[in-house]
Each structure stands twice: as C-alpha cells, then as structure tokens.
C-alpha cells in the first residue's frame, strides 16, 4: 500500500507544478487531456434550503428490508416518520480553482422509542483544483465505488447501510487524468480518519481508511480500472484489555498494517481490525447506451493477493448495469450477485495446523462489534447488521450469505421509479444451509407537482418474504420541498 501512495504523490506533484500555470488551455490539457469547453471561473455560488418528512407503516416485526436499508441508518421499526431541514451549498463549477459546499441536514424521529434528533448530514468541504478535504458526516461512501446508488445492493466494503461516522477525508474529488496522457490514463487516491466515539463495546476507537485507484481508456469505448482499498478499526478502550494504543507510533502502525499495541494478537498479527477489498471494473461506451461490469473482492487476512489469487476468490461482489440515455422509459438495468461462503475454507486452524480460513467477515476478536456502527453493518448490509437479530448479538452472525440482486428505475411522464428484489440465502457451517432465506422487493415513485408549489410526493411498497425477517409488508409515504435561500449571480 505505502507504493500506492509514494506513485500517487509523485503524480500529484507534478500535476499541481502544472496547474499553478497562468495558462488555462495548458491546465485543461493536463486535467481533461482535450479543450473542448470554455473556461469559466465566475462566481455563481447558490445557498438552497428544503425539507423532509416521510412515514413508514409495516406489518412486520420490522420495516421491509428495503425501507431502511442503504438510507444511512435509517430506522427500521415497523411504524415510524421523520422529518428533517436542509441548509446546503453545492459545488458551483467543476472547473473552479477553488470551490467549497457544505449542509446541515438536522433530523427529528418519531418510533416505538420516542423522539430522536440527529444530524442525519452535517459536513464542510473545501476543493483546490481536484484535491478536496471534508470534515463531518458526508454520504461521499468514503470513495468507494458503487456503480448505482439508487439501486445497488450496496458496496462490499463501504455502503450506506450504517450512519455517517465523523471523519476528516483528504483526497481527490474523482478519477482525474494523469498529465501528458490526454484523459487516458486517470488515477484518484484518498485518506479518511474518524472517529466511532462511544458507540460499541471497544470505546474511542477510530476509523483510518485509505485508497487508490487507476483508470484506463478515457474517451475510448472501453475503460478498464482498478481499486484497492484499506480499512481499519484501530486504538480506543477495550474492557477487557484497556488502552489499545492510540498515539501517533500506533496510528503508523495501522497506515501500513504493522504489527505493534499492547495485546499479544496485535503483537503477533497487525495492530488494530483490517480489512481490504479489491474492485474491477469495465465500462464499454457506445452512442447512448454503457454497459458497465464490476468485481469488488473482501480480505480479513493478510497477505493480500490479487484478485483471482486470494484465498477467498470465490467470494465478493459481482455486477452488470446497462445504462441509457434514448430510452427514459427504462433507463437503467442492474444485476448483482453477493457471496460470501467460501471464507478462505472450513477452517482458521485445526490439530496444530494453521489453514488461514473461517474468515468470519466483519467479526473481530477485540473489537466486538465487528465493522459495524450504530448497530449496522458498514458493509453490504446483506451481511446482517446485528440491531436486527435477537437477543443482546453486537457483532454480525449471518455472514455466509449468496444473493441475487435485481434493480431497475426510469422516467415515465415526470414519474421517476425504481422497484427492486433481492433474494438471499444464509448459510451456518461450512457449505450448510440454515434455512434462513428472504426475497426481499420495493417499488419507488416520486412525482414532482408543480401546482401544489412544486412539492415531490413519493410513494413505496415494500415486502419481505422468507425466514429472515418474516412476512412483512410495509408502505412508505414522503413530501419533498426545495427552494433557493440566497443566489449570487
């Protein structure tokens, strides 16, 4: 990982050298590798307000799966209504030398609990030419790559299944071209520390994340890219163990996954709860229409090794979404196949002998909870969080699962939709089925009306049916409003 970074920061020097050049032809050249659009750095900067309210009413011991899951730890009990504010100001012109955004998204909760407020969204960011650095709880998904939010069963690694974590992010805002390559070759790298606070078992513990990623093809018809992703649990208070190491020598320590800390394991091993994924992806362009495939990979064991090489490679995340923009009527078609049963085999270690298998995914020894915040998985939540099982379960049990995934959305007449179904199926020892199943189904619309002063009504009907969850049935009504505060034109 540290030659990820070494290459990304001799890159980005020279890319800086030449975008303090007074010449903008010279620096659209290095970042866009074409000229086709016209310089413009006026100022145009709009602050917009609106609100939220929604309501969820199920038959279920809970909400339909698809009414709370990849919502940011949206609650999940079957009768419950939100309503939330929004402050916000958007990036004005990508092509600004500096540009800043930020939003305030207060939110209010009404379930079987009582009332909870919380700050649903509250971030600042700043962008000097393609570097960007954000501060608090933004839905960014941390750089990872997701080929559709709207309609994706989430990321492996990353999803929008738990709430935003406060964090401090450094990186660059997307793929930019590497200079003298003329748009074909791009790369994007980023750094994350945040901080999880008291939620779980071990306290004060801190989020570190990195990644870097190289794209090829730029306008051509094909671009093939790659990612690699490292995240960690590291430092806080344990319990059972007390400081787990929190100063600057233990941070390096997790950066480059070195073993160090005060416990034997972290001794042994690397300090802190590591996690990496792997993600490759093709994009095929032709006139309107994009089909676009991605392979996303999850490691708990070191070493790391590419791709079809790990232990695990019969594991991870597999997708085609085919986009258009001739056809609104159906403009997307997505498909995802989730595994997660192989774990590097049946076991860890067994009669003395170490097999490196049972990896468990997004369980941890000293960290209880496991790569989970608030309750909820961080990762594809198909890995079930553990606030939906019973009993007192902190950490995710079901996490040997196969799923298929289906979603689809467009445009009919102002009418915006999407209806998805996900089938998934658990499974307890190596290879043996639970019984633990569930096909799990949403249809979306939202209608923006203009006489009724331009408010979006949105509409939902979800349902769970399997084992898993039970029978549930559920709707979901919302009211959406926007306007402008200030406008600088």
Request: aromatic share 16%; hydrophobic share 35%; net charge neutral.
């Amino acid at each position: 990982m540290q030659k990820y970074l070494i290459v990304i920061c001799l890159i980005c020097s020279q890319f800086a050298s030449k975008a303090q050049s007074s010449n903008p032809t010279l620096l659209q050249q290095s970042l866009y590798g074409y000229t086709d659009f016209s310089w413009n750095t006026s100022q145009k900067d709009t602050i917009t307000w609106g609100f939220n309210v929604f309501a969820v009413a199920s038959s279920g011991k809970y909400a339909p799966y698809w009414l709370f899951t990849n919502y940011d730890g949206c609650p999940f009990t079957p009768y419950n209504g939100s309503t939330s504010i929004v402050i916000q100001k958007e990036y004005t012109n990508p092509y600004r030398w500096m540009d800043y955004s930020f939003k305030v998204n207060p939110m209010l909760t009404i379930d079987r609990n009582g009332f909870s407020p919380c700050f649903q969204e509250l971030y600042f960011s700043a962008r000097l030419l393609v570097f960007e650095i954000t501060v608090g709880m933004k839905p960014d998904n941390y750089g990872y790559y997701e080929a559709d939010e709207d309609i994706t069963s989430g990321g492996l690694l990353f999803s929008h299944n738990a709430s935003l974590i406060p964090r401090i992010s450094i990186g660059t805002t997307d793929y930019i071209p590497i200079p003298f390559t003329f748009g074909y070759a791009e790369i994007k790298g980023g750094l994350t520390h945040g901080w999880f606070g008291n939620d779980g078992y071990v306290k004060k513990a801190f989020l570190h994340h990195k990644y870097a990623g190289l794209k090829l093809g730029g306008r051509l018809p094909v671009n093939i890219g790659y990612e690699f992703h490292h995240a960690a649990q590291w430092g806080g208070v344990s319990p059972v163990y007390g400081e787990l190491g929190s100063s600057f020598h233990d941070f390096l320590n997790t950066f480059y996954a070195k073993s160090g800390g005060v416990m034997a394991n972290d001794q042994i091993n690397a300090q802190g709860n590591h996690l990496g994924s792997q993600i490759l992806t093709a994009d095929f362009k032709w006139k309107s229409w994009q089909v676009s495939t991605y392979w996303q990979t999850l490691s708990e064991d070191g070493p790391i090794r590419f791709l079809w090489k790990a232990m695990n490679a019969y594991d991870g995340l597999w997708g085609i979404k085919i986009h258009n923009t001739s056809f609104l009527y159906l403009s997307t078609v997505l498909y995802e196949f989730l595994n997660t049963t192989q774990q590097s085999g049946a076991f860890h270690d067994r009669d003395g002998v170490v097999y490196g298998g049972n990896d468990s995914y997004f369980c941890n020894s000293i960290y209880k909870n496991g790569w989970t915040y608030g309750g909820f998985t961080i990762g594809h939540p198909l890995i079930t969080s553990p606030i939906l099982l019973p009993g007192e379960q902190i950490s995710p049990v079901y996490n040997r699962v196969r799923a298929h995934h289906i979603g689809i959305k467009g445009d009919i007449f102002g009418y915006t939709y999407k209806a998805m179904t996900t089938f998934s199926k658990y499974y307890d020892n190596y290879q043996v089925t639970n019984g633990i199943q569930n096909c799990a189904i949403i249809i979306d619309v939202k209608k923006q009306f203009k006489k009724a002063w331009n408010m979006e009504f949105g509409l939902s009907l979800a349902a769970d049916i399997g084992t898993q969850f039970d029978n549930s049935f559920g709707a979901m009504v919302s009211i959406a409003k926007r306007g402008i505060i200030w406008a600088n034109r």
